[in-house]
């Protein structure tokens, strides 16, 4: 079983920037890609980004790219989201993911950690 804790969030004014943390814990391998998601209030879930912790292959939704950078520190077992240029549509709760290559599904979800960008 593994978890995942997300941390980071917080207030920035619009063009600042934060960096998000996932860090993953209990049963840990590089077999995975690991995503970044969102969800504003009244709104869905949306994709923002994702890494393959195999070779480091990193996805993009269209409206962060160029703005938002996933990385990660394998020894330490966790994932970062830098993220630049922010406004004020980039606030919301964000949440870390993981799933196996080979499916879709995300299916292990941490608990999310709020950003909110005053203008």
């Known amino acids: 079983q593994v978890q995942l804790v997300e941390s980071g969030g917080g207030l920035v004014q619009a063009g600042g920037s934060l960096r998000l943390s996932c860090a993953a814990s209990?049963?840990?391998?590089?077999?995975?890609?690991m995503g970044w998601f969102r969800q504003a209030p009244g709104k869905e879930r949306e994709f923002v980004g994702s890494?393959?912790?195999?070779?480091?292959?990193?996805s993009y939704a269209d409206s962060v790219k160029g703005r938002f950078t996933i990385s990660r520190d394998s020894a330490k077992n966790t994932m970062y989201l830098q993220m630049n240029s922010l406004n004020v549509e980039d606030a919301a709760v964000y949440y870390c993911?993981?799933?196996?290559?080979?499916?879709?599904?995300?299916?292990?979800w941490g608990q999310g950690t709020q950003v909110t960008v005053s203008s």
């Open positions: 890494i393959n912790l195999n070779d480091g292959t990193t």
């Open positions: 993911a993981r799933r196996r290559p080979w499916t879709r599904q995300y299916n292990t």
């Open positions: 209990g049963q840990t391998s590089s077999g995975y890609v």
